[in-house]
């Protein structure tokens, strides 16, 4: 730390008690200043030769026939004016980066200027300021800390102004020009505290980009702000490093913060400070991670921050939703609501998203008349695209363990990213059995409006499985998971798929006919949730359905027509199955018996076995529905 020694005489200021401060001298005191409940006894002839203000003062005094000053208004108070009071004296005064400005906004107050005597006390800081101080590092951001309790003179001086500027400007100088001296707070190497055997006292320690990032964080919000504006302005420093700093100086002024939650605190000064680092974020996309945006976004939230803040940091995540993991996307509801979960936030991110591929498309059309098509920056690539699915899929399960999740928020959400084609819906069958386990009460219709965002083609082998076991789930999607799995199995043998019997594939499309009043009960069975017997049925079915194929796949190793033979006792199985079940019996006898392997009537619907759409690639986009 720098520092710097006036005057050369011994320090004869004493105290008398802790409002009583006199010069011990054989001259008697004929002036008394008074500074709060402070009392300085001194003598005229040492002020008045250096001091404007104070002879201006004492005139008026004479003419009141007293020998009291009061000048409470003092900058930096007594501690200020004992510093002033000794210069005066000639008496050995220390000036260092913490009483310096104190001492400068003192001898403003007291007019100690060139003009009463040439080498005053301002003259001197002055030099000493920039001689010194502002060529320090770690002493101006001192200084700088000192500045806020004497506001507005020390702004008035360019003394706040000069500290930024220096460490601005110090914040931008090129690494190799940097000394590690400069950080202060960092811990020292081995070699630098002379403990390690192979220093050879040459400093070879690369400095890293965000050196000083650390060292500002002792600055109050108000001037770490007009720090970091004043470096951004420079455009030097990339923005990766600024990223780097405000995230630094949330975690360090925020109580909790890098746990994802605001501690109890001074609330109106944890906003201010949120709000300050939301408007110093730069606007290049991904120099920050978006989980520190979810963390700012959290705290907004928490603290009922204005919509402005909010609103900006909704758009930065939705556009790169895809770093977000799921525990960053559980924010929690304000107290006044009834569920768990922010769910609304999280959808109007997740819109924003997908809005950035709607705004190329607007950009794409007005260049249309541009003779080559090039791809526009910010088109969301299928990755990110599957990377968000998954994501929101994951979401959808955590909070479904909320008993007062309504099933429009878990619906309307999933169904922001069923466009997104996905090579698995293992992880929506996963947050749908969450719900229906957490929501047992949900009616039939409900049941059934959550399980068409699902399709039973894109589960995986155990996910058919624990679908076949799933008591949960209508007895129509545990029909089609082992339909479908049996399809599975005939197109890994290579043989035919075999197709649903044409009255199922009326009955899930909807399309009853003239035969509707017929089958309405029927419907109500179908929509209804399997009985533990039908379900070990059709596990056992299944089993032995996956067995045949395995046998089948020996025989054609020694029979030539073993494939097709497999294939048809197969399939045979599946219809006697089928044909068992008091539900299906009533459809087949209400569509005429037949059992038939007809075409699909649409190609929307889940009962469809077209092999092209058991072999669709994860690039499409049609999302197939349960009912």
């Known amino acids: 730390m720098k520092f710097m020694k006036l005057g050369s005489k011994p320090d004869s200021f004493q105290t008398d008690g802790s409002n009583v401060r006199y010069v011990a001298s054989e001259l008697a005191t004929d002036i008394i200043l008074i500074v709060g409940d402070v009392k300085f006894y001194l003598h005229k002839f040492p002020l008045l030769s250096k001091s404007s203000r104070l002879q201006k003062l004492v005139a008026t005094t004479n003419e009141e026939n007293t020998d009291e000053v009061q000048i409470s208004d003092i900058p930096g108070g007594p501690a200020a004016l004992e510093i002033c009071v000794k210069f005066c004296y000639g008496m050995t005064v220390t000036l260092n980066a913490y009483n310096v400005v104190a001492a400068r906004c003192a001898a403003e107050y007291l007019e100690m200027h060139e003009a009463i005597e040439k080498g005053n006390l301002i003259y001197k800081i002055d030099v000493f300021l920039t001689s010194s101080i502002f060529r320090s590092w770690k002493d101006s951001i001192i200084v700088l800390q000192t500045t806020k309790s004497l506001l507005p003179l020390s702004e008035d001086l360019k003394v706040v102004s000069n500290c930024v500027d220096s460490i601005a400007t110090k914040a931008c100088v090129d690494v190799s020009k940097v000394d590690w001296s400069y950080t ?32 500002l964080c002792e600055l109050e919000i108000d001037l770490y702000k007009h720090v970091l504006m004043i470096i951004k302005a420079k455009r030097i420093v990339s923005n990766d490093v600024i990223g780097a700093a405000l995230k630094a100086y949330a975690c360090r002024r925020l109580p909790g913060f890098s746990k994802g939650m605001i501690q109890s605190g001074d609330m109106i000064k944890h906003e201010s400070i949120v709000d300050t680092i939301v408007r110093l974020l730069p606007a290049e996309k ?44 559980l924010i929690r509801a304000s107290e006044e609501e009834t569920t768990m979960y922010d769910v609304s936030t999280v959808q109007k991110i997740v819109q924003e998203f997908l809005m950035q591929d709607q705004n190329a498309e607007i950009e794409s059309l007005e260049d249309s008349n541009e003779l080559q098509e090039t791809r526009k920056p910010g088109i969301l690539s299928d990755a990110s695209k599957l990377m968000v699915a998954k994501l929101i899929d994951g979401y959808l399960a955590e909070i479904s363990k909320d008993a007062n999740l309504p099933l429009s928020n878990f619906v309307d959400l999933a169904e922001m990213v069923s466009d997104i084609s996905r090579p698995a819906h293992d992880g929506l069958y996963r947050a749908i059995d969450m719900y229906l386990k957490e929501h047992p009460g949900i009616s039939k219709s409900e049941r059934k409006r959550i399980c068409k965002l699902m ?18 789930l209508p007895l129509r999607v545990v029909v089609q998971v082992l339909f479908f799995e049996q399809v599975r199995v005939a197109a890994s043998s290579g043989s035919s798929t075999p197709d649903l019997p044409k009255g199922i594939k009326e009955l899930n499309s909807g399309s009853h006919g003239s035969s509707r009043s017929a089958t309405t009960n029927i419907e109500e069975d179908w929509d209804a949730v399997a009985t533990a017997e039908e379900l070990k049925a059709l596990k056992g079915e299944l089993a032995s359905l996956r067995l045949a194929n395995g046998v089948g796949g020996s025989e054609r190793n020694g029979i030539g027509d073993g494939k097709s033979n497999v294939d048809k006792a197969a399939i045979s199985k599946m219809k006697g199955l089928l044909k068992s079940n008091k539900i299906f019996t009533k459809l087949w006898s209400s569509k005429g018996g037949q059992g038939e392997n007809s075409g699909s009537d649409s190609s929307d619907s889940l009962g469809s076995a077209n092999p092209e759409e058991v072999k669709s690639t994860p690039s499409r986009n049609r999302r197939h529905s349960v009912s």
């Open 184 to 215: 202060y707070n960092q811990k020292k190497l081995p070699e630098e505290n002379g403990n390690d055997p192979n220093w050879n006292g040459v400093r070879n320690r690369l400095v890293p980009k965000d050196w000083w990032v650390a060292d």
């Open 455 to 472: 399709d039973c083609k894109k589960l995986s082998v155990d996910a058919c499985m624990h679908a076949v076991q799933n008591e949960r």
């Open 286 to 329: 991904g120099c920050v991670s978006c989980s520190f945006l979810l963390k700012l976004l959290k705290a907004t939230i928490l603290m009922d921050s204005g919509e402005m803040a909010k609103d900006e940091l909704v758009r930065r995540i939705g556009q790169q939703l895809e770093e977000a993991s799921v525990n960053d996307l």
